[in-house]
């Protein structure tokens, strides 16, 4: 028996996430970003939201201000126009941390650690608000796994057992984040009949509590 | 700028031609976005493997007209492809390349590069709010940091090699090489050593313009 629940609309996927929730969302600008999870939080006009993702574009969340706050590496370009203008706005905050630093707070958050130890911004003002500790005789910073109530993913196939497969490069932040928060919401473009084959699986069932097949 | 033609400077694409010619076969590079990406076409010219922060190994050149596929992006989120021979993986598993010393060579732009090998190449001195990216830790984590740029700022004086950044810094003491129009340079501790220079081209007069030399 599967802990993985399969849910009929994304709707009914994202229907208990509540205002102030912290969500994973998962992709590397368009490629393995869990759009229709996105529009259905989008459409219950879910509040107070802080959103970990390795970009900013959530444009559906910033059109009616859901979004209190964006941890990101890279919160400009041309997909990130709605997140700046409610910056600038003051209605949201920014933490900007270092991509292999934003994908390691989130993996020690799922893999139970109490964080890690980087040289990565030292002697920069990417270091600011971070401890600083020797380790050998080697200066690290302390960085602090990132604590989210909720991922929200996008795999290519799944089945009822919950084991995904990504597609290409949309592999990305999905596969950690799936196994990073308490309860992993994934939409997949196919839930095929029978069971995928083991040794091709990226993401076990295990990590997956729930999962909805989308049309795009 | 007659004379600039008359001194012979290198274009961008001779400038990424004389990159790949000092990358060794064997090596894995990171091409970074922006000017880096004159280099990509004579590196796969010459069968070097490319890694893409995002999650390719093995990165090849823009697909056809209609041959775009949008799960298979590049870090700039440009199309991409993949060569025989490559292969996808996670985040995870491209910063644990990234951090852990696998990658011999990351190719980046700059702001600018300091004499002790500083790199500022994420925000510009003013300026609130940019992306970081990946470039910190592909600028701790790779063998070697090149940097290809042009040498003087978008003013056309000021001199990207400088004796202290001005602009944010990416990461300290961690540029071995620098790649422009006018030569290539490496930082030396207290200025810039020349390792070439392009036709024509003096090494007192950019002196005489402000670079560290």
């Known amino acids: 028996m599967s802990r993985t629940e399969i849910f009929a609309t994304a709707a009914d996927a994202v229907a208990d996430i509540p205002n102030g929730a912290t969500i994973l969302c998962g992709g590397f600008g368009g490629a393995g970003y869990p759009r229709n999870l996105i529009a259905a939080l989008a459409e219950r006009k879910v509040t107070g939201l802080t959103v970990v993702a390795n970009n900013a574009g959530h444009e559906a969340l910033f059109e009616y201000g859901g979004v209190r706050k964006v941890v990101c590496s890279y919160p400009v370009g041309p997909t990130s126009r709605g997140f700046l203008e409610v910056l600038n706005r003051g209605d949201a905050e920014l933490e900007l941390e270092p991509q292999g630093t934003l994908v390691e707070r989130i993996r020690t958050a799922g893999a139970g650690l109490g964080g890690f130890l980087t040289k990565v911004g030292i002697g920069t003002e990417l270091a600011d608000g971070k401890e600083l500790i020797e380790v050998d005789g080697e200066e690290y910073l302390i960085c602090q796994p990132i604590k989210a109530e909720y991922a929200l993913v996008k795999a290519w196939k799944g089945d009822r057992s919950g084991n995904l497969i990504y597609r290409h490069a949309a592999r990305n932040f999905n596969a950690v984040m799936a196994t990073a928060a308490p309860v992993a919401i994934v939409e997949v473009s196919e839930i095929i009949e029978g069971y995928l084959d083991p040794d091709s699986v990226h993401t076990s069932g295990a990590f997956i509590d729930r999962l909805v097949m989308v049309n795009t | ?210 670079v560290p030399l």
């Open chain 2, 1 to 210: 700028m007659n004379a600039e033609i008359e001194m012979g400077l290198w274009s961008m694409q001779e400038i990424g031609t004389r990159v790949a010619q000092d990358v060794e076969p064997n090596w894995l590079v990171n091409v970074g976005i922006g000017m880096p990406q004159v280099a990509i076409e004579p590196l796969t010219e010459r069968g070097i493997t490319l890694h893409s922060e995002n999650g390719i190994i093995g990165l090849g050149p823009s697909p056809s007209p209609g041959d775009e596929d949008p799960d298979v992006i590049d870090a700039g989120k440009g199309f991409a492809t993949v060569v025989p021979g490559g292969s996808f993986i996670d985040s995870i598993t491209s910063f644990t390349l990234i951090r852990g010393g696998r990658l011999d060579l990351a190719l980046m732009g700059a702001y600018e590069v300091s004499v002790n090998g500083d790199l500022a190449n994420w925000r510009l001195r003013g300026k609130k709010i940019a992306g970081i990216g990946g470039a910190a830790d592909l600028a701790h984590g790779a063998r070697r940091v090149w940097i290809i740029t042009t040498l003087f700022a978008n003013d056309g004086t000021s001199s990207k090699l400088v004796k202290e950044c001005s602009h944010a810094l990416t990461a300290r003491g961690v540029v071995k090489r620098i790649y422009t129009e006018y030569g290539v340079f490496e930082p030396s501790g207290d200025a810039f050593r020349v390792i070439g220079l392009a036709d024509g081209v003096n090494a007192t007069d950019l002196a005489d313009r402000g």
